[in-house]
């Protein structure tokens, strides 16, 4: 590339987890200098951090892993159809050692800021120990890479008290390394996600009573998960590739093809079939039961109603079941996959508060109060989830030419183009940013894509003999527009869902993920095969 000041490395990565490592990967085949930060004391973002009893991948692991190596894919063995946390970060401690990742990857070292700096034409980006007792230091790039996660921020509600709690206090996405003993306690679980799902059973079998305050009552379909069928890993490993590219046409994967029969096109027996069919199957693929399940409100009905009736069959209290029936529409916020969640309600030791309409007023040195009354407990699960897709950003003080910060950009929502860059940053790329598919499709192979289309991208650069690429401000302008627009033909924008960042007070209510993982990846290569078109490159 030319016009090259020195700088310590071509690109810096931030973070280790599945994107940043990959990045690294394909970084040194291009043969650049990388070097990635990484909060943690380990490699795995997401699969690092979240820890929490029961945590394991909603999306079935044949299809939740990398494919850009042939042998890698064959030789890993997954032991059950949903991979366990420990088990994914298993792989992918394995991948940073079979592909030798971890030399260039700083572990314990957190990002704090990353300015662009004119005159240069570099990314001077400092970092400081992850529990800010060391010195601050400063690197420079030419490139730099945010592959920081879409659900790596933890958002604790500001509960008023909160520190004056006696108890321990978790979040289920920081949950601590040695695990925790909940035998004999009073444990309180704040909110009903998919990390409260996944945990509560668990929770519910140690801890001596455990209270659950639920706001919005969640979907949840059975996991029903079980050991890896051998027969389907000898099938998809004997044609992986083709595997790969059946799933890259569908939105979940090709465990999920989705029915293209509209729900109200068909007769009540007939989706009372689809659906018990579907919930048998288990997971995500429920929301494809149906062509128009998520464009058609009435069409929806019939999906929520099928579940909620569901929930009244396994739920023996009609009080307690009828407070954990969910009214919103299904699947605008992101569905959940479950190991016994609901039958979890019929124990004597598990008490539901429902706090929809009076909220968590305080937390107290005792315990948790709501509806003027106190819950007393010894320790509290904040199950309260993530500041979604920019919050990992936001932490950073990033500032773009002319010393812009980010914040300030995106100070009424994320602007983005393609969701991979945004105008006024120019050498900065963000890995499943806002305005991509990332958490609306499955996550690894979102991943990949986006890692290779960068990885191209500046191969293409270094060809040219080019050292800056920056999205142009109508690309990026008509890029949103459409993305909303996507958004606003379907029921997504209809719950108060961390895709709209409803769940954080005073985030922007803004649709971030772009709906339709196929469109977008034509719409990636087209770009790339214009030459970048919608980029100033230079
Ligand atoms: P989440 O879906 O955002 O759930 C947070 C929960 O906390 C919600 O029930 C929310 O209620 C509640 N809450 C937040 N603030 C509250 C307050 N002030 N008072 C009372 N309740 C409050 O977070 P998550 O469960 O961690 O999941 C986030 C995402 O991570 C998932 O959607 C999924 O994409 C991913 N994830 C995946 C898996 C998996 O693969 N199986 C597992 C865990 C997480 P409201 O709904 O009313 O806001």
């Known amino acids: 590339m030319s016009g090259r000041a020195p700088a310590d490395f071509d690109a810096i990565v931030v973070g280790a987890g599945f994107a940043g490592l990959y990045m690294l990967h394909r970084l040194r085949g291009l043969g650049l200098r990388a070097r990635v930060f990484e909060a943690g004391d380990g490699v795995g973002g997401t699969w690092y951090w979240n820890r929490y009893p029961g945590a394991r991948c909603d999306i079935e692991s044949l299809e939740y892993s990398y494919q850009f190596d042939a042998e890698l894919q064959q030789e890993w063995h997954w032991s059950e159809r949903y991979a366990p946390q420990a088990e994914i970060l298993r792989y992918i401690e394995h991948v940073a050692d079979r592909f030798d990742l971890r030399r260039d990857v700083q572990l314990s070292t957190r990002v704090t800021a990353a300015h662009f700096d004119d005159a240069s034409g570099l990314w001077s980006v400092e970092t400081g120990s992850a529990d800010g007792s060391a010195e601050r230091e400063r690197h420079t790039a030419r490139f730099c890479i945010m592959a920081t996660g879409c659900l790596s921020a933890t958002n604790v509600p500001d509960f008023p008290g909160l520190e004056s709690f006696r108890g321990d206090t978790w979040h289920t996405g920081r949950w601590p390394h040695e695990g925790v003993d909940l035998e004999g306690r009073r444990v309180a679980v704040i909110g009903t996600g998919s990390s409260a799902v996944q945990s509560i059973p668990f929770f519910a079998e140690q801890a001596e009573q455990l209270t659950v305050f639920q706001r919005t009552p969640t979907y949840s379909i059975p996991a029903h998960n079980a050991p890896l069928d051998p027969e389907l890993e000898r099938e998809v490993k004997a044609d992986y590739a083709g595997f790969r590219a059946r799933a890259a046409a569908l939105a979940f994967g090709a465990n999920f093809p989705p029915n293209e029969t509209l729900a109200l096109d068909v007769s009540a027996e007939e989706r009372e079939r689809v659906y018990e069919t579907r919930w048998e199957a288990g997971g995500l693929g429920f929301v494809t039961a149906f062509g128009d399940l998520l464009r058609d409100r009435g069409a929806n009905e019939t999906a929520g109603e099928f579940v909620r009736g569901k929930i009244r069959s396994?739920?023996?209290?009609?009080?307690?079941?009828?407070?954990?029936?969910?009214?919103?529409?299904?699947?605008?916020?992101?569905?959940?996959?479950?190991?016994?969640?609901?039958?979890?309600?019929?124990?004597?030791?598990?008490?539901?508060?429902?706090?929809?309409?009076?909220?968590?007023e305080a937390i107290t040195p005792r315990g948790v109060r709501a509806g003027g009354r106190e819950h007393e407990v010894d320790a509290i699960v904040f199950a309260t989830g993530f500041d979604a897709m920019t919050g990992a950003l936001a932490r950073i003080d990033i500032r773009g030419s002319g010393g812009r910060p980010l914040a300030d950009k995106w100070a009424a929502g994320p602007l983005t183009y393609l969701g991979l860059s945004t105008a006024g940053f120019p050498n900065l790329f963000v890995i499943t940013g806002p305005g991509s598919p990332s958490v609306l499709a499955n996550m690894v192979p979102a991943i990949e894509q986006h890692v290779d289309w960068i990885a191209d991208c500046l191969a293409h650069l270094g060809e040219h003999g080019l050292s800056r690429i920056e999205a142009l401000p109508e690309a990026e302008t008509a890029w949103v527009e459409h993305t909303n627009a996507v958004a606003q033909e379907t029921l997504f924008p209809f719950c108060n869902s961390w895709y709209l960042g409803a769940n954080v007070p005073g985030k922007p209510r803004v649709f971030m993920p772009y709906i339709g993982y196929p469109t977008y990846v034509a719409k990636c290569e087209e770009v790339a095969a214009k030459g970048y078109e919608g980029f100033a490159l230079g």
């Open 314 to 360: 396994i739920v023996h209290d009609p009080e307690v079941a009828e407070k954990l029936l969910p009214s919103q529409v299904l699947g605008c916020k992101r569905l959940c996959v479950d190991t016994g969640y609901y039958d979890t309600f019929n124990r004597d030791n598990v008490h539901l508060v429902d706090v929809s309409a009076s909220p968590i």
